[in-house]
């Protein structure tokens, strides 16, 4: 192969390399546009297009199972936990356990049920245009997962805040947004930027910054069994990243 060619398929698969690098858990990660207090622009650090409104629509379109889906897999799933039942060397025919396949098929649909829900159902009525530009904070916002490793629950509380561009969200969706994104199976880090990037995206805000504390059961009930660990997380994007003065002011108050 000459080397013109050899240059050219190199090319080719630095820029297939790329694209599968620029989506974060059903995010692309492109830049988001951002404009900061004093009407000037910028991007989020690391993040490489400047076009927000054409990129990225894939946080709107991510439901990925219906209710239709749920009826549909209950029995399998209920299969699936008298098999673990057998396995645990118990016996699913004994009176205390007759319904427990499917009780615990039907919890678990309720565990993950952010994987029915989209941002955009949420979220299209609740934007609302408002000349307010300083930072809104929603703190302690409790919040319920599962760990995508051990199947256990992570638990603690979220702290969101953003920098308005001129637009604002019902606070009640932030709320919604955490629900969303908790009732799936997750780690937790990537649990805080999905937010983050969701509400970034949705409202192209000055800033946004999510603080998570939480508590993971698979450090408490298994494993090295520490009871009172917690696991502490960030992403700040836009001016909560840039600007360290608007950053302290953020922990300070969520904090207080």
């Not at 992570?154 to 947004?177: E, M, Q």
Request: glycine share 6%; with cysteine.
């Amino acid at each position: 192969m000459d080397r013109s060619k050899q240059k050219q398929l190199n090319q080719s698969e630095m820029q297939a390399a790329n694209a599968n690098d620029s989506s974060v858990n059903g995010h692309f990660e492109g830049m988001v546009k951002m404009t900061n207090r004093t009407g000037g622009s910028q991007g989020v650090p690391g993040e490489a297009s400047s076009q927000p409104s054409s990129v990225m629509e894939s946080w709107k379109e991510e439901r990925t199972r219906s209710i239709e889906d749920n009826e549909m897999s209950l029995p399998s799933l209920a299969a699936a936990y008298t098999t673990i039942l057998r396995g645990l060397g118990e016996d699913p025919q004994r009176q205390g356990l007759l319904k427990t396949p499917w009780r615990a098929a039907t919890a678990m649909q309720f565990f993950t049920k952010g994987y029915q829900e989209k941002i955009i159902d949420v979220l299209n009525d609740a934007i609302f245009d408002e000349d307010h530009d300083e930072m809104v904070i929603v703190k302690d916002i409790d919040m319920f997962s599962m760990c995508e490793h051990h199947l256990v629950p992570i638990f603690g509380r979220v702290h969101i805040g953003y920098l308005p561009n001129k637009r604002v969200l019902g606070l009640s969706k932030l709320a919604r947004i955490v629900e969303i994104y908790s009732r799936r199976l997750q780690v937790q880090e990537r649990l805080t930027k999905q937010i983050a990037v969701a509400i970034t995206e949705a409202l192209q805000p000055a800033g946004v910054g999510v603080v998570i504390e939480a508590t993971h059961m698979c450090m408490v009930m298994r494993g090295v069994q520490k009871m009172n660990s917690k696991t502490v997380t960030s992403t700040m994007l836009g001016v909560f990243r840039e600007d360290p003065k608007t950053r302290d002011e953020f922990l300070t108050l969520i904090r207080s």
